[in-house]
């Protein structure tokens, strides 16, 4: 099911997302906006060997 969630809901889920990621996260969102903490955690996560992709103009 899907679930809509507002701007907090979307980050902490991005956070929690980022964080527990070991080996590659894919965010697809038309809508994002990375705040100074997901920075942080996505820089950690690089640092930890976790690649990152971002989409947020895809074409289908």
């Given amino acids: 099911m899907a679930k ?3 701007s907090m809901g979307t980050s902490y889920m991005f956070e929690g ?3 527990k ?3 590659h ?3 697809i969102s038309p809508y994002l906006s990375i705040n100074k903490r997901l920075k942080e ?3 950690e996560g690089i ?3 976790v ?3 971002s989409c947020t ?3 289908s």
Avoid: Q
Wanted: overall charge positive; glycine content about 4%.
């Fill in 17 to 19: 997302i980022i964080t």
């Fill in 21 to 23: 990621a070991t080996r």
């Fill in 51 to 53: 690649r990152f992709t």
């Fill in 4 to 6: 809509y969630l507002n």
């Fill in 25 to 27: 996260v894919v965010l």
């Fill in 57 to 59: 103009a895809c074409r």
């Fill in 41 to 43: 955690l996505i820089s």
């Fill in 47 to 49: 640092r930890n060997g």
